[in-house]
């Protein structure tokens, strides 16, 4: 498992991203003392429909007030989304350390260190007791897993008995061949599609 979670941070690995949005919010004239969260939103969600499809779920599943944890939370785009418009306290976890790094600074650089944490941690083993979240959000993140059953079976040990799981993700459509390069994966190493009827097997049990 270390030597597939040392691929999927190297697939993702971006040295000096923090550096690098600051950079780009000077050519755009931004005053780097008034950040505001609009400021990075083009940037901070990699997944597909980016923020829009964030606040889509939030609305539908009525997240005000919870405790949250995003895992793959990439540089905190939904987490810090789900701090400052529904007052959530959210915990992000990640393999990569450029993300977190990165996602705490840009939670600092717009003032929601407060209420948003960012951990360097694997999906399969989530660094908390049982129960401690009332969601768990998870965006993109299961085509780089393949022990799905664990995954999943951490999500469920870490929330509440009436937790919720709001995943927005990508299946494979029956047993069609992917054809690679992705966004998520350079080839088949480190890619681990699943399918829906997969997916819904392994949360019925």
């Known amino acids: 498992m270390e030597h597939l979670n040392t691929l999927v941070e190297n697939h993702y690995h971006t040295p000096g991203l923090y550096e690098d949005i600051l950079k780009r919010l ?4 931004v005053d780097i003392d008034n950040v505001n969260r609009e400021h990075i939103a083009a940037v901070d969600e990699f997944h597909v429909r980016g923020a829009e499809v964030s606040r889509e779920l939030a609305i539908e599943m009525g ?3 919870l405790l949250v944890l995003d895992v793959g939370c990439g540089i905190g785009g939904p987490s810090r989304m789900l701090s400052a418009d529904y007052n959530c306290r959210v915990t992000g976890i990640d393999l990569s350390h450029e ?10 650089l717009v003032g929601l260190q407060d209420k948003t944490e960012f951990i360097q941690a694997s999906a399969l083993e989530l660094p908390f007791e049982n129960g401690s979240f009332d969601v768990v959000w998870t965006q993109h993140v299961q085509m780089n897993i393949s022990d799905k059953a664990k995954f999943y079976s951490e999500i469920n040990r870490v929330l509440t008995d009436k937790g919720k799981l709001i995943y927005y993700d990508i299946f494979r459509k029956n047993g069609e061949d992917v054809n690679y390069p992705v966004p998520w994966a350079n080839d088949a190493s480190v890619s681990f599609l699943g399918t829906t009827t997969n997916m819904n097997q392994i949360l019925q049990e």
Do not use: C, N, P
């Not at 000077?26 to 004239?29: F, N, T, V």
């Not at 993300?99 to 600092?108: D, G, K, N, P, Q």
């Open 26 to 29: 000077g050519e755009q004239r």
């Open 63 to 65: 997240l005000d007030d």
């Open 99 to 108: 993300f977190i790094r990165t996602a705490s600074a840009l939670s600092e």
